[in-house]
């Protein structure tokens, strides 16, 4: 069945890069997503890759795709002390793009 | 755009109450979604609305939760005869009908059943 899997936590000094993993399942998946969670509030979207992309950068981040592994990055650079959150990889249950399958989030602290 | 907006923020009820939520989506989203989170999990996919349709719902939305979206603009999710079971963050997102199908999420309704 669907499943995502992360690594709970994760600690990080500021100005350092941080590297977020995880791994899916459903090959099926056309995108894959990085979602924030600060606490108390509601998940916001950070970046997402296709499927047929090996790598997307955007600003700070950069998200790296294995699709033979089933495996996803999303590496931090620079990390500030804003950065501490929670961190949810996603992806999508079908080719339609209709729900979104999570994974149970990594908690990134950032200490300066 | 104000983004996706719930109402209320939170809600405490006693159980074998009926409560309901409010969603709106970002104005020109055709697609509506329902999702529940709780602690130290992520959200969970409950149901999904493309313009009025409900396309698909979860095995997770037992028959006491129903979702409509009676004009293609708002949704609202109900509970019925809460359970202490039913206490989580509800999650509501809006996407695009086309790829990349970016689901952007709402602030959430957190339930309280005592």
């Known amino acids: 069945g669907e499943d995502v899997e992360q690594s709970l936590f994760l600690s990080v000094r500021e100005g350092d890069s941080s590297v977020i993993n995880c791994t899916y399942t459903d090959s099926s998946s056309t995108y894959l997503y990085w979602y924030k969670q600060e606490p108390g509030a509601g998940l916001q979207l950070l970046t997402y890759i296709f499927s047929n992309m090996d790598m997307k950068q955007d600003q700070r981040l950069t998200v790296l795709l294995n699709k033979k592994d089933k495996h996803l990055s999303l590496r931090i650079a620079d990390t500030q002390t804003g950065d501490s959150a929670i961190y949810f990889c996603?992806?999508?249950?079908?080719?339609?793009?209709?729900?979104?399958?999570f994974g149970k989030g990594t908690t990134l602290s950032v200490s300066s | 755009d104000t983004g996706v907006s719930q109402d209320p923020r939170h809600k405490i009820t006693k159980r074998g109450q009926n409560v309901t939520f409010r969603c709106d989506p970002i104005?020109?989203?055709?697609?509506l979604y329902w999702y529940r989170q709780t602690l130290g999990q992520g959200p969970e996919f409950l149901t999904y609305?493309?313009?009025?349709?409900?396309?698909?719902k979860s095995r997770l939305l037992s028959d006491r939760f129903s979702a409509e979206r009676p004009k293609g603009s708002f949704s609202t999710l109900e509970i019925q005869r809460t359970e202490q079971g039913d206490s989580a963050m509800y999650l509501c997102?809006?996407?695009?009908?086309?790829?990349?199908?970016?689901?952007?999420f709402g602030p959430g309704t957190r339930l309280t059943v005592t």
């Open positions: 996603a992806e999508t249950l079908n080719q339609a793009g209709t729900a979104l399958i």
């Open positions: 997102a809006s996407s695009a009908i086309q790829g990349p199908y970016e689901q952007y």
């Open positions: 104005s020109e989203h055709n697609r």
């Open positions: 609305f493309q313009n009025e349709a409900q396309l698909e």
